[in-house]
């Protein structure tokens, strides 16, 4: 069965600060990781990953996967509040009905 | 870009009656739409699959009778909670997937928050 699991659940850290999501992952025919940020409701795209060792970044957001580990980890530098949020890693198979399996997601509290 | 609408954001019903969830997509067209349900602090769980024109793929554990899915059209999907009881309490949001969007294919609604008294 396809798991994905996330790491930690909650993180409370103040304004400023670096923080390291994780997300570590067991699927068959793995074809790629997706980040995404949900605040109130929907949630948001912000990386997907197929090649290991590459690393995405918008701003103050990076990722990077590896493949040979099964992990990927989301970085947030200089946080600020607004990046409170849950962020949400999830994986898709090459094969089957295109469907992502998400992880539990990590709560993320920035304090000011 | 690709926008996914989703009504009703929120709903208040009683137990035993039915409510259902419309998931629109506005600018493309959904050829699959898949529906998750969400509680407190939790990750999104799939239910299930719907591809237009077809029946839907349930997930292990998914009641097809309760949770009652059509996609009729390539604009339009929905999900019927039939006979809701407090524990169909959830948030429940869709996502629809169509060729080549900005954001890799996948579009989420903004959710419907349904409450079962």
């Known amino acids: 069965e396809d798991k994905v699991v996330q790491s930690p659940l909650s993180l409370v850290v103040h304004e400023g600060d670096t923080v390291t999501l994780n997300c570590s992952y067991e699927v068959t025919n793995f074809r790629s990781l997706l980040w995404y940020k949900q605040e109130k409701k929907a949630p948001t795209f912000l990386f997907m990953l197929t090649s290991s060792g590459i690393e995405k970044k918008s701003g103050r957001l990076s990722s990077i996967l590896d493949k040979k580990e099964l992990f990927s980890i989301l970085n947030i530098t200089a946080t600020q509040t607004g990046d409170s949020a849950i962020y949400l890693c999830a994986v898709r198979r090459i094969q089957g009905a295109q469907k992502l399996v998400f992880g539990q997601g990590t709560r993320l509290t920035i304090n000011p | 870009g690709a926008v996914v609408s989703q009504h009703p954001s929120w709903v208040i019903c009683k137990s035993g009656t039915s409510v259902k969830i419309e998931c629109r997509s506005l600018?493309?067209?959904?050829?699959?739409m898949f529906w998750y349900r969400q509680f407190p602090k939790q990750s999104l769980m799939l239910m299930a699959t719907?591809?237009?024109?077809?029946?839907?793929?349930?997930e292990q554990g998914v009641e097809k009778d309760k949770f009652l899915i059509n996609h009729a059209s390539l604009t339009l999907s929905t999900l019927t909670v039939t006979s809701a009881h407090p524990e169909d309490s959830s948030f429940y949001i869709c996502s629809a997937r169509a060729g080549v969007l900005g954001n890799y294919g996948y579009t989420f609604g903004s959710g419907t928050r349904l409450t079962v008294v």
């Open positions: 719907s591809n237009e024109g077809s029946k839907a793929t349930y």
């Open positions: 600018d493309f067209q959904a050829t699959t």
